[in-house]
T-cell receptor, first 116, second 109 residues
Framework: GAVVSQHPSRVICKSGTSVKIECRSLDFQATTMFWYRQFPKQSLMLMATSNEGSKATYEQGVEKDKFLINHASLTLSTLTVTSAHPEDSSFYIC????????????FGPGTRLLVL | GQNIDQPTEMTATEGAIVQINCTYQTSGFNGLFWYQQHAGEAPTFLSYNVLDGLEEKGRFSSFLSRSKGYSYLLLKELQMKDSASYLCAVMDSNYQLIWGAGTKLIIKP
């Protein structure tokens, strides 16, 4: 099956620093990538949807200037958490969708962010 | 608004059968998904239903009734490794996934 990777898998940073998370589709071209956030014991919350070569569409309540998303190629999307604060500590998961397969999303393994 | 409801937590015994229900109200419908998520890991795909009826895949089966806005995931011959959260998600008219809060399944020996 299709594989999506995320890097890093775990990151600890100081408050005020920026953290970049990469999401890669390894064996298919991901025209659309999704970024989710999941707090402990809660379900996934969609943060934004990004289509290759265009600006990301952010969900209501998600600050686009704080969570910068870039989807510059068909195999790579990045999420940068700028000026991270302890409340940004969470599990960030990306998923990717290939071309016309609108019903299928392949999930990355997730990135656990801890902001001290 | 869009809404997915599923029980918060269920407990079952190893070797038994458990049914996890999911009801939904969404703007449009392009299929219902069940995912399994172990603690600290990303969700893994279990099943996809877009037509009414039962889809069987090994020990796991998923049922859908579109007229009732209802689905269930049936797990047979439960094993300890089945202890996880089970997420119900509906794909709406924009092909976006609307997620339920998940059902934590606890398997006891």
């Amino acid at each position: 099956g299709a594989v999506v990777s995320q890097h890093p898998s775990r990151v600890i940073c100081k408050s005020g620093t920026s953290v970049k998370i990469e999401c890669r589709s390894l064996d298919f071209q991901a025209t659309t990538m999704f970024w989710y956030r999941q707090f402990p014991k809660q379900s996934l919350m969609l943060m934004a949807t990004s289509n290759e070569g265009s600006k990301a569409t952010y969900e209501q309540g998600v600050e686009k200037d704080k969570f910068l998303i870039n989807h510059a190629s068909l195999t790579l999307s990045t999420l940068t958490v700028t000026s991270a604060h302890p409340e940004d500590s969470s599990f960030y998961i990306c998923s990717a969708r290939e071309g016309g397969q609108l019903e299928t999303q392949y999930f990355g393994p997730g990135t656990r962010l801890l902001v001290l | 608004g869009q809404n997915i409801d599923q029980p918060t937590e269920m407990t079952a015994t190893e070797g038994a059968i458990v049914q996890i229900n999911c009801t939904y109200q969404t703007s449009g419908f392009n299929g219902l998904f069940w995912y399994q998520q172990h603690a600290g890991e990303a969700p893994t795909f279990l099943s996809y239903n877009v037509l009414d009826g039962l889809e069987e895949k090994g020990r796991f089966s998923s049922f859908l009734s579109r007229s009732k806005g209802y689905s269930y995931l049936l797990l047979k011959e439960l094993q300890m490794k089945d202890s996880a959260s089970y997420l119900c998600a509906v794909m709406d008219s924009n092909y976006q996934l609307i997620w339920g809060a998940g059902t934590k399944l606890i398997i006891k020996p």
